[in-house]
């Protein structure tokens, strides 16, 4: 079964960061353009950012532009999401999910290899 495997969550303190990734089980990361998302308890799944299967491109959504930056280790085929001044609302669980055209990356709909995410909780 092809899917992404996301670790790095937990409970992280307003104002701190965390560091989450995610690796590709049955299939190569790098072969595909990568996007992280979020959902929190009942809202939709959202995007936040995206990075290009070469990774020499990446983008980010409103949500979360300025606070946080999407990467790529080769060495280990997973694709990292560092978030920083996290704040309340960013309590959600975390997923990682691929596309193979990059114009539709941050599109759950397009999106596909999806993880089981991990849950991200900030407190107060």
């Known amino acids: 079964q092809k899917q992404f495997v996301e670790t790095g969550g937990g409970l992280v303190q307003a104002g701190g960061s965390v560091r989450l990734s995610c690796a590709a089980s049955g299939f190569v990361a790098g072969d595909w353009h990568t996007g992280w998302f979020r959902q929190a308890p009942g809202k939709d799944r959202e995007g936040l950012a995206c990075i290009s299967a070469t990774g020499t491109m990446t983008k980010y959504t409103d949500i979360v532009k300025g606070r946080v930056i999407i990467s790529r280790d080769d060495a280990k085929d997973t694709v990292d999401l560092q978030m920083s001044d996290l704040k309340t609302d960013d309590t959600a669980v975390y997923f990682c999910?691929?596309?193979?055209?990059?114009?539709?990356?941050?599109?759950?709909?397009?999106?596909?290899?999806w993880g089981n995410g991990t849950l991200v909780t900030v407190s107060l």
């Open positions: 999910a691929a596309v193979n055209i990059d114009s539709k990356c941050l599109r759950p709909s397009d999106m596909k290899w």
